[in-house]
């Protein structure tokens, strides 16, 4: 059963229980300046999931185009891609539990033929601190399903300890088994729905290779580690809470919001070990053994899965109208065109490999989103032009990296660090080049490349409180007051400009602000007074200025604000100003906005190509 059909069953499927197919949205947010792409199928439906009423019904099923950002650097395991489909149907306050998790078995198990005997399952363990129950109800209902299927089984409390313990049905905390746009409970705003779930994964064995060689592979396997063994297919989320001031409240109706992944659902109903060899990705890869001369795709699997996955995004990110640049979306796209060359000179891929591999995406997926093919002459035109641009960059590099490595006569850790930073070679290509020149390697190589890399980290955050922050930790109050300030001041602009305003800099005095962002025009004397007059009425609305702190890519997608160019911990500082301003920081802040007084915008000038200047005051 191909890729086409499994999709077309899916949606069928759902249309049998009346539900009402929609089109994918697109990959760029419709009124959502949180997030650059949309990255699950429920983020179009928010409002719906909240009460509004939907024109088609309480009963939706589509197939989403997704995006996430996060995941480049996870490509190259065997079940993580940037851009992906979500197969998806909702519940908007009709059916719940039992009716979605036995729909999805039947699904899986009638439709797909796959054998439930490789299908495990986990549940919410509960958490009495947000007053939410263990999820006994999915327990007793995947109990009868598999029962019925002729499956013993057993519920495990997991602890992280004891691997399997012979269970099918696994309960986990919520940072597991909590969906919500933020992450965890803890971290969700005032306002954002979210919901204990329900995951079902796919056993690809004891004996899968990849699982041999993880990092993984000695400690105790259970379906929710990172050894490759166990993959996510699907996901129920049973949205009904809502995040109030006082904690978590019951939505006006009960939601199901399903997410499956279709690449690796088609992995599991293929009876493949990763997603590349599945229909979506072979004619990639083959071509990329072609181009490369015969190169191996499981000798290589990293380059080849890198160089398919990232020519994939390209492709869907151009036909939505997205050009490269060193800002927002357009830079998610030049980084993917880019990283796919880089790991291309790694299997001697010829020059201008990108436009033949993006053909072939084109072809598989013409007759489903028909924008790609629309948009062909487009898509091929922004990759070639990149990939000219970069080759001439790359060559200057790998000229500079070989004579760096010859010269010292032998690769370190830290060399291969400074390599990095000085001229964007990853520590596989300087690797790579030592083999070839014959150069001795450090036997701590990695382990001294890490440890750069994370004293970097250290030394960029410290530097970005100063930054991006203004001012440090220890500035006094009126200090403290203009940087928040620059923070509604951001967010201001966005809305009275657009989401293409990014902040490229700033600097606090006791006295006043100084705020740089990206835009091309001269602002006109009614935007500057918008602005000014929607800073005024959120100091007004005397708002909570909210810390956490979070996992980097939690963050981002909970719709953080970051600066791209930046290298961030794992762990992130996250300011939110109640359901207006999210950003990743590390400077101080007050503690609600009324503390601010008047602001007041003095001066905006240009001060370079599509960079303007604000400095404003607090009175």
Known sequence: M?????????????KSKKHVIIPSASLIPKNDPTTLFVGSGMQPLVPYLLGKKHPQGTRLTNSQKSFRTEDIE???????????????????????????????????????????????????????????DKDKESVEIWKKLFTDAGIEAKDVDFSGKKGMQNGRIFYYDETKNWWSRSGIPQNMPVGEPGGPDSEVFYDLGKNLKRHEKSQWKDLPCHVNCDCGRFVEIGNSVFMEYVKTEKGFEKLKQKNVDFGGGLERTVLAVQGKDNVFETDLFIDVINEIKKLSG???????????EIIADHTRGTVFLASEGIMPSNTERGYILRRLIRRAIRFGKLINMPKNFLAPLAKKVIETYKDVYAEVKSEEKN???????????????LEKAFKETTSEITKRGELTGDMAFNLYESHGM????????????????????????????????????????????GVGKEAGYEATKLHTATHLLHQALREVLGNHVKQMGSDITHERLRFDFSHSKKLTENEIKEVEDLVNKKIKEDLKVEKKEMNYSDAIESGALAFFKEKYPDKVTVYSITNFSKEICAGPHVK????????????????????RRIRAVIE
Request: charged fraction near 35%.
């Open 2 to 14: 191909n890729s086409k059909e499994i999709r077309k069953r899916y949606l069928e499927f759902f």
């Open 426 to 469: 990853p520590l596989e290509f300087s690797e790579e080049i030592a083999v070839k020149e014959k150069v001795k390697i450090s036997d701590t190589l990695k382990i001294d490349f890490k440890k750069a890399a994370e004293k970097h980290r250290d030394i960029s955050r410290a530097g970005a409180e100063k930054k991006f922050g």
């Open 379 to 393: 898509i091929l035109s922004i990759i070639q032009d990149e990939e000219e641009k970069f080759e001439k960059t």
């Open 74 to 132: 996870e490509v190259g395991d065997n079940r993580h891609t940037t851009f992906f489909e979500m197969l998806g149907n909702w519940s908007l306050g009709d059916y719940f539990k039992k009716e979605q998790l036995s729909w999805y078995f039947e699904f899986l198990t009638n439709e797909l033929k796959i054998d439930a005997q490789r299908l495990y399952v986990t549940v919410f363990r509960g958490n009495k601190d947000i007053g939410i």
């Open 592 to 611: 609600k906005t009324s503390e601010l007084g008047s602001f007041k915008i003095i001066k905006e000038k240009s001060i370079g190509a599509g960079i």
């Open 294 to 304: 015969g190169k191996e795709y499981r000798d290589n699997m990293k380059s080849f």
